[in-house]
């Protein structure tokens, strides 16, 4: 029996079309249940199913900016702890500079220090070029005592002129003779003659050199002084009395730092072969607390 030959009365029609109708809202309402949204396609209900899309990315754009808020407030609360210990450490170097400032500065005082060891050229470990007495304001470096016949007190000697020299209080006084021509024993015609009486009479006590036609005998000490004399001085200084002069030593004055505050000493290189031969002498040191 085919379906074309059921036949259907009015009410059993109405009663399956009622139940169709039923099964569709069922479906309808499940897809809602399962969804959470009530529109679920354009052909629930367009105006509606759009005005929702639209409203959604709206709502998610927002989200992308608060997100974005979020961080910059991260970022500036972090840039304003930096500033924060900044302004810290500043506060902290002006109270460390105002109370350096405050502190006690240290004084200087120099005296003079005997010795007998020649400090020929002193120098700091600041500058190594410098002599103490360009380097350290106030200092004066070391000088032996010299004599000296320039070439023009050479030149005005007479024939017979007797030059000596002496150094020290206990020291041997040595005489030289001024020869016009064939000079002797301790004669002299030229300075380099001169030069070889003055080395072989004080061997190592001094140095006699030559320059300009004269001669310069240097101790090799600070602690003595050189005295000159002799017939021939009037003739030797007739032109000017440095032609034929002495200079005293001078001995180094030593910097002695009276400061409360504690720094390291600066040593100064000095010419003394041993110091376990040499006996004390001067040095420049700047002890500070």
Do not use: C, E
Not at 32 to 54: C, E, H, W
Not at 93 to 113: D, E, F, P
Not at 115 to 124: K, S
Not at 243 to 249: E, L, P, V
């Amino acid at each position: 029996m085919s379906l074309s030959n059921i036949t259907l009365s009015a009410a059993v029609r109405q009663n399956l079309l009622s139940l169709q109708s039923t099964a569709d809202l069922l479906a309808t309402t499940q897809g809602r249940l399962a969804t959470g949204k009530k529109v679920n396609s354009a052909l629930d209900n367009p105006s509606n199913f759009f005005t929702s899309q639209s409203l959604s990315n709206r709502a998610n754009d927002l989200s992308a900016l608060l997100d974005t808020i979020g961080q910059a407030q991260q970022t500036l609360s972090a840039a304003d702890q930096g500033i924060t210990s900044l302004t810290s450490l500043v506060q902290s170097a002006k109270s460390i500079a105002t109370q350096a400032q405050q502190a006690t500065k240290g004084t200087v005082n120099y005296s003079a220090i005997t010795g007998t060891q020649v400090i020929a050229a002193d120098t700091t470990q600041v500058v190594s070029t410098a002599t103490v007495a360009s380097a350290v304001g106030g200092v004066t470096a070391s000088v032996q005592s010299s004599a000296a016949l320039t070439a023009t007190g050479l030149g005005n000697l007479s024939d017979g002129d007797t030059l000596t020299f002496k150094l020290g209080a206990g020291g041997t006084t040595q005489t030289a003779t001024f020869k016009s021509a064939s000079p002797g024993a301790n004669q002299f015609t030229t300075a380099a003659q001169l030069q070889t009486l003055l080395t072989a009479d004080f061997g190592s006590a001094a140095t006699a050199t030559t320059a300009a036609g004269g001669v310069t005998l240097k101790s090799n000490d600070v602690a003595n002084d050189f005295t000159i004399g002799g017939t021939g001085v009037a003739h030797a200084q007739s032109g000017a009395a440095s032609d034929f002069a002495a200079t005293a030593r001078r001995p180094l004055l030593a910097a002695i730092s009276n400061s409360p505050r504690r720094a390291r000493s600066r040593p100064v290189a000095r010419s003394a072969p041993r110091w376990a031969s040499v006996p004390p002498r001067s040095m420049a040191t700047s002890t500070q607390r």
